[in-house]
């Protein structure tokens, strides 16, 4: 049985740059290096260790390479060439000295779908984040942690519990980010966390779970979910909430709410989202405090903001903090090196969205008010519909922020499908103002017209990789339909998402919809989601 083990590392140079791979049986020692573009040369040593390295050179074909994600000197292109002389090197095709290499040492191999688990063999968990990360949502290959015995987890899994942690890593975490791989927190945050504490790695035992088993809710997910709360409870007792006690147990809480999220709960998510409300609270000094926490600390902050403003019941009660809060938090972070893979591009709209949110709240307050006069009372609409024209301005004239736009230009998604994510979520917050502050009904021409800007975005990346963020706007193009041909076509456009998609909020947004359609018939009125997802008994949460 081959015992690969393979090592990674660059050392940039004006030139080229130098790879060093270990392949082969039980005593492997060859390495290669790239001498020029699209040519390899393997040296390879076989089991009698006296035996002196054969180089052996070959040419990669054009259309070889090209297969290779990101090239042949990236790191994805890089292990796929690994795949061609694991499949190849047996024991009974070695290289003998002056030997031509075997003749199935070719390139049918070079796509192989499987790549020996032992590959992880000498890696420590840097490595294994480099070469998890250089794995893309749609590579055809994923690399099994656990089978690493250098990578040692806090508690014993059985084959089973493993597969479900795996399929967390393989598969969960790639689905639900919409940024380039190497920036996907959901695994160069959360991976680390699990490889040390008990409560992170629960938690995505039982994401995995639960998707590995279709999204059917068991007793054992249910069970990891406990286990981690205990964990958290229990190392509060323990240790007191010192820092890193706070930053895992926030992160629990974060996971458990994605998970919950991801999955179209309607009421589990938000108790998870108190919680870590009450966690900051009590750690004292406010949302701010996550500052305190470096790169988790942010990227956290960016996760609790978003779930926070994109909530059904944020309108009737406001955000737990003020969007200046989320703001400043989210300010700190604008040299590039952290990135949300829920939210990607369109943060700073997230933002703007928050303060419509919290408008709407403020719209509610002065409607319901018995305490003040008329005067105060259209002082008070007047400073907030005021406050509604600055926002929209705000929302048409706001841009990427330069660090993102770099960050997706060098990532392996088409920058055209963020940019078109970005201009619908402008379109989507412009009639959310217009109907949940001004109250203007959908067949109000000025909707109308941004609703058909909205489809011709919808269109473009409805079956694209950021598919996963359109659930808020799909349900805001929803009640902005009057004909009944463009409520068909929405309805559609949602029905091709619920079969590719792998999330459930859409399934329950499109319930909104159909429910909104029935109250609205000819789009006269304007009716709030927000208050159907209340009487339903919903806390819906839009954010996947």
């Given at each position: 049985m081959s015992a690969t083990q393979c090592a990674y590392y660059k050392n940039q140079r004006k030139v080229s740059r130098k790879i060093r791979f270990s392949v082969g049986l039980a005593y492997p020692k060859p390495h290669r290096e790239l001498h020029k573009e699209n040519q390899v040369v393997l040296k390879v040593r076989s089991q009698d260790q006296n035996q002196t390295l054969v180089p052996i050179s070959y040419d990669i074909p054009d259309d070889a390479s090209h297969g290779m994600k990101g090239g042949i000197l990236s790191p994805v292109g890089s292990l796929d060439i690994i795949r061609w002389p694991q499949n190849a090197l047996t024991a009974d095709s070695m290289i003998p000295n002056g030997g031509a290499y075997p003749k199935d040492f070719d390139l049918a191999s070079l796509k192989s779908p499987s790549?020996?688990?032992?590959?992880?063999?000498?890696?420590?968990?840097?490595?294994?984040?480099d070469l998890w990360k250089a794995s893309p949502v749609r590579s055809p290959f994923h690399l099994p942690l656990y089978d690493s015995?250098?990578?040692?987890?806090?508690?014993?899994?059985n084959e089973t519990e493993m597969s479900y942690f795996d399929y967390y890593c393989s598969h969960?975490?790639?689905?639900?980010?919409?940024?380039?791989?190497?920036?996907?927190?959901?695994?160069?945050?959360?991976?680390?966390?699990?490889?040390?504490?008990?409560?992170?790695?629960?938690?995505?035992?039982?994401?995995?779970c639960i998707f590995k088993n279709n999204k059917s809710?068991?007793?054992?997910?249910?069970?990891?979910?406990?286990?981690?709360?205990?964990?958290?409870?229990?190392s509060q007792e323990t240790h007191g909430l010192t820092g890193e006690v706070f930053l895992t147990s926030f992160a629990c809480y974060m996971i458990l709410v994605c998970l919950e999220v991801s999955v179209g709960d309607t009421d589990a998510w938000s108790r998870f989202l108190t919680c870590g409300y009450d966690l900051i609270n009590s750690f004292g000094r406010g949302f701010a405090v996550l500052e305190n926490f470096s790169t988790e600390g942010h990227l956290l902050a960016d996760n609790f903001a978003y779930f926070d403003i994109l909530a059904s019941q944020s309108h009737d009660n406001g955000t737990y903090y003020g969007v200046e809060e989320y703001a400043d938090t989210h300010n700190t972070n604008q040299d590039g090196t952290m990135f949300d893979s829920l939210q990607g591009c369109i943060r700073p709209l997230i933002l703007k969205l928050g303060d419509v949110v919290n408008l709407v709240r403020n719209m509610k307050l002065i409607r319901e008010a018995n305490d003040i006069t008329d005067d105060q009372r259209v002082s008070m609409l007047t400073s907030v519909l005021e406050r509604a024209t600055e926002l929209d301005l705000e929302v048409e004239n706001s841009k990427l922020n330069a660090s993102d736009f770099d960050n997706l230009v060098r990532g392996d998604v088409p920058l055209e499908h963020h940019l078109t994510l970005f201009e619908l979520f402008q379109l989507a917050i412009q009639i959310h103002l217009r109907q949940?502050?001004?109250?203007?009904?959908?067949?109000?021409?000025?909707?109308?017209?941004?609703?058909?800007?909205?489809?011709?975005?919808?269109?473009v990346i409805i079956n694209s990789s950021v598919k996963s963020s359109l659930c808020f706007p799909l349900l805001i193009a929803g009640l902005s339909c009057v004909k009944q041909t463009d409520r068909d076509e929405i309805r559609g456009l949602i029905n091709a998402l619920i079969s590719r998609y792998e999330f459930s909020s859409i399934n329950?947004?499109?319930?909104?919809?159909?429910?909104?359609?029935?109250?609205?018939?000819?789009?006269?009125?304007?009716?709030?989601?927000?208050?159907?997802?209340k009487q339903f008994g919903w806390r819906l949460n839009l954010g996947r």
């Amino acid at each position: 049985m081959s015992a690969t083990q393979c090592a990674y590392y660059k050392n940039q140079r004006k030139v080229s740059r130098k790879i060093r791979f270990s392949v082969g049986l039980a005593y492997p020692k060859p390495h290669r290096e790239l001498h020029k573009e699209n040519q390899v040369v393997l040296k390879v040593r076989s089991q009698d260790q006296n035996q002196t390295l054969v180089p052996i050179s070959y040419d990669i074909p054009d259309d070889a390479s090209h297969g290779m994600k990101g090239g042949i000197l990236s790191p994805v292109g890089s292990l796929d060439i690994i795949r061609w002389p694991q499949n190849a090197l047996t024991a009974d095709s070695m290289i003998p000295n002056g030997g031509a290499y075997p003749k199935d040492f070719d390139l049918a191999s070079l796509k192989s779908p499987s790549l020996s688990p032992s590959v992880l063999y000498s890696l420590n968990e840097n490595e294994v984040l480099d070469l998890w990360k250089a794995s893309p949502v749609r590579s055809p290959f994923h690399l099994p942690l656990y089978d690493s015995p250098r990578v040692v987890l806090p508690i014993a899994l059985n084959e089973t519990e493993m597969s479900y942690f795996d399929y967390y890593c393989s598969h969960v975490a790639n689905e639900i980010s919409i940024v380039p791989g190497e920036l996907n927190y959901f695994l160069k945050v959360f991976l680390p966390m699990a490889l040390k504490n008990e409560g992170v790695l629960a938690c995505l035992i039982a994401w995995g779970c639960i998707f590995k088993n279709n999204k059917s809710r068991t007793t054992i997910d249910e069970l990891w979910i406990q286990r981690a709360m205990l964990y958290v409870k229990k190392s509060q007792e323990t240790h007191g909430l010192t820092g890193e006690v706070f930053l895992t147990s926030f992160a629990c809480y974060m996971i458990l709410v994605c998970l919950e999220v991801s999955v179209g709960d309607t009421d589990a998510w938000s108790r998870f989202l108190t919680c870590g409300y009450d966690l900051i609270n009590s750690f004292g000094r406010g949302f701010a405090v996550l500052e305190n926490f470096s790169t988790e600390g942010h990227l956290l902050a960016d996760n609790f903001a978003y779930f926070d403003i994109l909530a059904s019941q944020s309108h009737d009660n406001g955000t737990y903090y003020g969007v200046e809060e989320y703001a400043d938090t989210h300010n700190t972070n604008q040299d590039g090196t952290m990135f949300d893979s829920l939210q990607g591009c369109i943060r700073p709209l997230i933002l703007k969205l928050g303060d419509v949110v919290n408008l709407v709240r403020n719209m509610k307050l002065i409607r319901e008010a018995n305490d003040i006069t008329d005067d105060q009372r259209v002082s008070m609409l007047t400073s907030v519909l005021e406050r509604a024209t600055e926002l929209d301005l705000e929302v048409e004239n706001s841009k990427l922020n330069a660090s993102d736009f770099d960050n997706l230009v060098r990532g392996d998604v088409p920058l055209e499908h963020h940019l078109t994510l970005f201009e619908l979520f402008q379109l989507a917050i412009q009639i959310h103002l217009r109907q949940a502050v001004r109250r203007l009904p959908p067949i109000v021409p000025e909707i109308q017209c941004l609703l058909y800007r909205m489809k011709s975005c919808l269109k473009v990346i409805i079956n694209s990789s950021v598919k996963s963020s359109l659930c808020f706007p799909l349900l805001i193009a929803g009640l902005s339909c009057v004909k009944q041909t463009d409520r068909d076509e929405i309805r559609g456009l949602i029905n091709a998402l619920i079969s590719r998609y792998e999330f459930s909020s859409i399934n329950k947004a499109m319930l909104v919809l159909e429910e909104v359609w029935r109250l609205n018939m000819d789009g006269a009125i304007c009716v709030d989601w927000f208050k159907i997802t209340k009487q339903f008994g919903w806390r819906l949460n839009l954010g996947r």
